[in-house]
């Protein structure tokens, strides 16, 4: 008499006894926010009903997905705290999903700092819709000339305070180091989430210039992930906000190789997510293969005579 075939198991069994190092399906979205909070949340509304579709665990947005204000006085005037209607409204699509999402950068109201200006904070939310740990407030602000539709800047720092902390997340899709926008450009940053933080994965919501995009976005994405061996998640703006602000778009995920899993056009694909696969399986296999945490000296002037 044969026995009984046994059906095949749900999830390997390597992935339910030590689910953090299985693979995990992450969305990023691309949007082309405005100053219209209602219709920008809407965006995001769809986005998130869209990554959940896909059975996604984790919806990554861009800075300033909320609201791109055309002046830096609307940014401070609209400023919420983090208990206020944009995080609130988007704590209930986490929940109604089940899914984690990265609110790439919110305008918060700061009063007890004694700074008029606003924060630029990214707020984890849990699949609970609850604030998952610290928010980050965005340390590196973006004062730059030439960079606007008619060539005009960008001040930054006239509307926002720095934040002074990094900030990381322990989820069951790896550890999450944070960053937005601008910080990119600043690699000290990346080191620290990776060897300090122990970070997995590495974020860099953005609202980066169609014209400091189209020179730097993608090669600054790719050499952090490969300096860190970390996955990048970049959500991104896209397209026209008003008649100054246009952005680069190309919304990507990147792998610790450096290869770009996941990408969005901008313009022809606009606003919508794409969708990769985590795996934290490759992020230890490319990590054996190569063992740059054992292998770097860091040089600093304890350690070696810099001149
Ligand atoms: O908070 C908001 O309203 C939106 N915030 C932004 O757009 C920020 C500050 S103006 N943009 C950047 O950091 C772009 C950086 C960039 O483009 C580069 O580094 O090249």
């Known amino acids: 008499m044969a026995a009984p075939t046994p059906s095949p198991p749900a999830v390997a069994a390597d992935a339910r006894s030590n689910p953090t190092r299985g693979r995990t399906r992450v969305a990023v979205a691309q949007m082309c926010s405005t100053e219209d909070v209602e219709a920008n949340l809407s965006t995001c509304a769809e986005l998130a009903r869209r990554a959940a579709e896909l059975e996604c665990v984790a919806l990554f947005l861009p800075e300033a997905f909320a609201r ?11 400023a919420e705290s983090l208990d206020g209607p944009i995080v ?3 704590a209930a699509m986490a929940r109604e999903h089940g899914m984690w999402m990265s609110l790439g950068g919110v305008a918060e109201r700061d009063d007890a700092g004694g700074d008029a200006r606003r924060r630029n904070t990214h707020v984890l939310l849990t699949p609970l819709g609850t604030i998952h740990g610290e928010p980050y407030r965005k340390i590196h602000l973006f004062d730059a000339e030439g960079v606007g539709v008619g060539g005009g ?9 720095p934040g002074r902390e990094l900030t990381s997340h322990a989820t069951d899709f790896g550890t999450v180091g944070v960053s937005v926008c601008y910080d990119v450009r600043f690699p000290d940053v990346y080191q620290a989430l990776r060897f300090e933080h122990g970070a997995d994965i590495l974020i860099v919501p953005s609202a980066f210039t169609k014209i400091t995009g189209r020179a730097h976005w993608e090669v600054l994405l790719r050499a952090r992930a490969i300096e860190t061996q970390c996955y990048v998640v970049a959500a991104a703006q896209c397209g026209r906000h008003s008649e100054t602000r246009e952005s680069y778009g ?12 996941a990408k969005l056009d ?4 606009g606003v919508g997510i794409a969708v990769g696969e985590i795996s934290l399986e490759y992020v230890d296999e490319v990590r054996r293969k190569m063992p740059i945490a054992s292998h770097r000296r860091p040089v600093r002037r304890e350690n070696f005579t810099l001149g």
């Open 250 to 261: 190309h919304a990507m995920i990147i792998d610790p190789w450096g290869e770009i899993v």
């Open 88 to 90: 609130r409204a988007c």
């Open 266 to 269: 901008d313009p022809e694909e």
């Open 68 to 78: 791109i204000s055309r002046s830096g006085k609307a940014s401070i005037a609209t």
């Open 153 to 161: 800047g960008l001040m930054e720092s006239e509307w926002t305070a």
